[in-house]
T-cell receptor, first 109, second 115 residues
Framework: GQSLEQPSEVTAVEGAIVQINCTYQ??????LSWYQQHDGGAPTFLSY????GLEETGRFSSFLSRSDSYGYLLLQELQMKDSASYFC??????????FGDGTTLTVKP | DAMVIQNPRYQVTQFGKPVTLSCSQT?????MYWYQQKSSQAPKLLFH???????NEADTPDNFQSRRPNTSFCFLDIRSPGLGDAAMYLC??????????????FGDGTRLSIL
């Protein structure tokens, strides 16, 4: 089976940088995805790592270390609208994703 | 815009009364997924279709069934809803199975309440 761990809550101020970590245990690991979900809304895809290293997409970056079964999402220049839940999800070679329990990010002025 | 559309956004049903949630997509994606998400929890995969090939998760209750009559539409049927089935139900699509470079595209969800 799959299991993922990520912090339940993170708080930061506008303009700051925050890192949300994700560790996982899985079989058939293919890659790690990150999704953002605002209250009452749908998850939206942010980033994907299939290989070790850093992927950058604007203010968001994601990192993967397959040997450590570890990844993180880095959010820079935080804005109030970034307050949301962030889910890491393990993609397996069975074509399915298993989601972590999510990290609630609160951005304060 | 190409989208994943779920109807209705809010559904109320009575304990034990069958209910059907619907999902349609204009992305022409091969794969459609149904997730259940309870408050402050992860989306939990119930089943998915790769084209017409149905894949049930081992721990999905028998009470939950799905139909995919064509590429564009997928339905979630809950035969006898219990109070524990109150949740947000999310439909998602992806272009190709087993290509994790393809992100999943989610609908806005249907929030199901049980009276």
């Amino acid at each position: 089976g799959q299991s993922l761990e990520q912090p339940s809550e993170v708080t930061a101020v506008e303009g700051a940088i925050v890192q949300i970590n994700c560790t996982y245990q899985t079989s058939g690991f293919y890659g790690l995805s990150w999704y953002q979900q605002h209250d009452g809304g749908a998850p939206t895809f942010l980033s994907y790592n299939g290989l070790d290293g850093l992927e950058e997409t604007g203010r968001f970056s994601s990192f993967l270390s397959r040997s450590d079964s570890y990844g993180y999402l880095l959010l820079q220049e935080l804005q109030m609208k970034d307050s949301a839940s962030y889910f890491c999800a393990v993609n397996t070679n069975a074509g399915k994703s298993t989601f972590g329990d999510g990290t609630t990010l609160t951005v304060k002025p | 815009d190409a989208m994943v559309i779920q109807n209705p956004r809010y559904q109320v049903t009575q304990f034990g009364k069958p209910v059907t949630l619907s999902c349609s997509q204009t992305l022409n994606h091969n794969v459609m997924y149904w997730y259940q998400q309870k408050s402050s929890q992860a989306p939990k995969l119930l089943f998915h279709y790769y084209d017409k090939d149905f894949n049930n998760e081992a721990d999905t209750p028998d009470n939950f069934q799905s139909r995919r009559p064509n590429t564009s539409f997928c339905f979630l049927d809950i035969r006898s809803p219990g109070l524990g089935d109150a949740a947000m139900y999310l439909c998602a699509t992806s272009r190709v199975k087993a290509d994790p470079n393809q992100p999943q595209h989610f609908g806005d969800g249907t929030r199901l309440s049980i009276l």
